[in-house]
């Protein structure tokens, strides 16, 4: 079973870093995509970055030039190193997997959240 853990939220102030880890578990052999998104009060839930299988990255408009997605394959792990924070970026970042399986199956798994605010 698939489990997606998020960790490195926290406050900062306008203008100030945070890296945002997500550690996954319980991978099989299936191929995977991985993803940021967050969720701020009242509003939907937003893409913010992804990264695919094969490496290629992918940014919303809000935080290209900002925000870095990477991973480490060995430690099953994807980072998400947010510069020059704004007030709004404040949400919920949630960690998510798409799982491609073999024979056409997918699912996808999320995490529970880790909380960023950032004051002007």
């Known amino acids: 079973q698939v489990q997606l853990v998020e960790s490195g939220g926290g406050s900062v102030q306008a203008g100030g870093s945070l890296r945002l880890s997500c550690a996954g578990s319980?991978?099989?052999?299936?191929?995977?995509?991985m993803s940021w998104y967050r969720q701020a009060p009242g509003k939907e839930r937003e893409f913010v970055s992804g990264?695919?299988?094969?490496?290629?990255?992918s940014y919303a408009d809000s935080v290209k030039g900002r925000f870095t997605i990477s991973q480490d394959n060995g430690k099953k792990t994807v980072y998400l190193q947010m510069n020059s924070l704004k007030p709004e970026d404040t949400a919920m970042y949630y960690c998510?997997?798409?799982?491609?399986?073999?024979?056409?199956?997918?699912?996808?798994?999320w995490g529970q959240g880790t909380q960023v605010t950032v004051s002007s």
């Open positions: 998510k997997t798409v799982q491609k399986c073999s024979r056409g199956i997918e699912y996808n798994v």
């Open positions: 319980g991978y099989t052999h299936c191929s995977y995509d």
């Open positions: 990264i695919d299988s094969d490496g290629s990255t």
